[in-house]
């Protein structure tokens, strides 16, 4: 079993930054993929950023303007947040996996944080 603890969201305007946390618990070792997923109000839930065994994938949308990073010494990743937008607006998921090749399928992910909110105003 992993936990997961999400921090960092909050309410900016448009062209600023927010950084999110997430800090692991538990099984950690067996987390081959650790990494952040967002969901809008009556939208699917999607990838933003994940990082694991085949590397780091990003959502096209977020790409250039996000950066993920994981600590493993301290069970811990980040994702730094550049450039919002008004669409980034969403419930942010921290997601752990412990299978290989999952990339940004939130499907492959078991564990999964209570989420964070990020709302980008205009």
């Known amino acids: 079993q992993v936990q997961l603890m999400e921090s960092g969201g909050g309410s900016v305007r448009a062209g600023e930054s927010l950084r999110l946390s997430c800090t692991a618990s538990?099984?950690?070792?067996?987390?081959?993929?650790m990494g952040w997923f967002r969901q809008a109000p009556g939208k699917v839930r999607e990838g933003v950023a994940t990082t694991g065994t085949g590397g780091i994938f990003y959502a096209d949308s977020v790409k250039g303007r996000f950066t993920i990073s994981r600590d493993n010494s301290n069970n811990t990743v980040h994702l730094q947040m550049n450039s919002l937008k008004p669409e980034d607006t969403a419930m942010y998921y921290c997601a752990a996996s412990t299978y290989y090749g999952v990339g940004l399928r939130a499907d492959g992910y078991r564990y999964w944080g209570q989420g964070t909110q990020v709302t980008v105003s205009s």
């Open positions: 538990g099984d950690t070792g067996s987390s081959r993929y």
